[in-house]
């Protein structure tokens, strides 16, 4: 792990293989630690760059977490890294963020890869939910939020036949700090509404999504991957939200094959 200054925070990443770079954005409330199947996967042919988005994991907490304000960081780490263009790539809260980096910074991205997210904004009752949220963790701590989440992040398969993960994703999100992850779901009430931009992009762009995903449905990622010109989408069969972590062995073939698709 390195920390770097940057944006005024204390930012915690790690910066793995050669060639390439790829980075890979974490989702909510999680940390980067949850790519390591994919950074132990890629790292002989890529360099694997996996930050810890602000207010989670080991990067400061700071009191506004916008998906801008995340975006502008990943293009700090990248000044810091010396690395003018790179993959960018993200799960979930980690996709907001990289459609975010693709608005602000379009001359930056070299391909996209967009798993288990989606462009829209919030509606009134999903910001309302996430207020909600950000209340319970700052008044009672991070567990509750834990318990009422782990369910819908992971199929019911996965919950039955994996107790490693479930409990792996647990400690991760019971170590996010209650203020880093009401910044965040405050970030992502606020976030704007990227539909518009998607048949803006004009980079190789991979979608993955778990075919039980129910926070983002299979659906709203074959609308994207349609309106995304060229755009290529994989589903991660019986895997829910979190399908890199639910299904490695497959996500990571997928993820090699478009990596590879791009040095021919």
């Known amino acids: 792990m390195t920390r770097a200054r940057i944006n005024g925070i204390e930012m915690a990443y790690d910066d793995v293989g050669k060639g390439q770079p790829v980075v890979l954005l974490h989702g909510f409330p999680f940390n980067r630690t949850m790519w390591r199947a994919q950074v132990e996967a890629l790292q002989d042919a890529y360099r694997l760059v996996t930050p810890d988005l602000r207010g989670h994991g080991e990067t400061q907490v700071v009191e506004t977490a916008t998906m801008d304000e995340m975006a502008e960081d990943v293009a700090a780490l990248l000044d810091e890294l010396k690395i003018e263009r790179a993959i960018v790539g993200g799960l ?6 990289t459609l975010a980096f ?4 379009p001359e930056r991205v070299r391909a996209l890869i967009l798993a288990d997210t989606r462009p829209q904004d919030d509606t009134d009752e999903a910001q309302a939910t996430r207020e909600q949220q950000a209340l319970k963790a700052l008044l009672e701590g991070m567990e509750p939020v834990a318990d009422g989440l782990l369910p819908k992040v992971i199929s019911e398969e996965t919950f039955e036949e994996q107790p490693e993960l479930v409990a ?12 880093g992850s009401a910044a965040a779901l405050r970030g992502m009430a606020a976030r704007k509404d990227q539909t518009a931009l998607l048949r803006k992009i004009d980079v190789p762009t991979l979608v993955i999504v778990g075919s039980r995903d129910a926070i983002t449905p299979p659906e709203v990622s074959h609308e994207m991957q349609s309106e995304i010109r060229g755009s290529r989408l994989e589903v991660m069969d019986g895997a829910g939200h979190v399908s890199n972590l639910e299904r490695p ?16």
């Not at 693709?102 to 910074?105: I, L, P």
């Open 92 to 97: 979930s809260m980690g996709g907001y963020v």
């Open 102 to 105: 693709y608005q602000k910074f």
């Open 168 to 179: 792996r994703l647990r400690r991760m999100m019971h170590g996010t700090d209650a203020r």
């Open 249 to 264: 062995a497959e996500f990571n073939r997928a993820l090699q094959q478009f990596l590879d698709g791009l040095q021919n």
